[in-house]
């Protein structure tokens, strides 16, 4: 089993920033794709950005403006989004895939980031 805890989400204005966390822990593989993911209410949850060793893929709506990172000594993965616009408000949940014994993947409980003057 793998737990994931995201943290860093909270209010801010329009134009600034925040930085998103997720920390895993458990039967972790050195092989894997861990992702930041959001939803708001009524719409389905959409990618944002993933990374494995070497790759990272961004959404179209990201346009430069987060970065997508992790540190693998900690089992870590960041999220630091600049220039935030009210329509990143959304819950960001945390995603990890990985193969053993077969395809897994697995989810954390989701950090709200709202952004509002």
């Known amino acids: 089993q793998v737990q994931l805890v995201e943290s860093g989400g909270g209010l801010v204005q329009p134009g600034g920033s925040l930085r998103l966390s997720c920390v895993a822990s458990?039967?972790?593989?050195?092989?894997?794709?861990m992702g930041w993911y959001r939803q708001t209410l009524g719409k389905q949850r959409e990618l944002v950005a993933t990374?494995?060793?070497?790759?990272?893929n961004y959404a179209d709506f990201v346009k430069g403006r987060f970065t997508i990172s992790r540190d693998d000594a900690e089992n870590t993965l960041y999220l630091q989004m600049n220039s935030l616009e009210p329509e990143d408000t959304a819950l960001y949940y945390c995603?990890?895939?990985?193969?053993?014994?077969?395809?897994?993947?697995?989810w954390g409980q989701g950090t709200q980031v709202t952004v509002s003057s």
């Open positions: 458990g039967s972790i593989s050195r092989i894997n794709v």
């Open positions: 995603n990890l895939r990985q193969n053993v014994l077969g395809e897994k993947e697995y």
């Open positions: 990374i494995t060793s070497g790759t990272v």
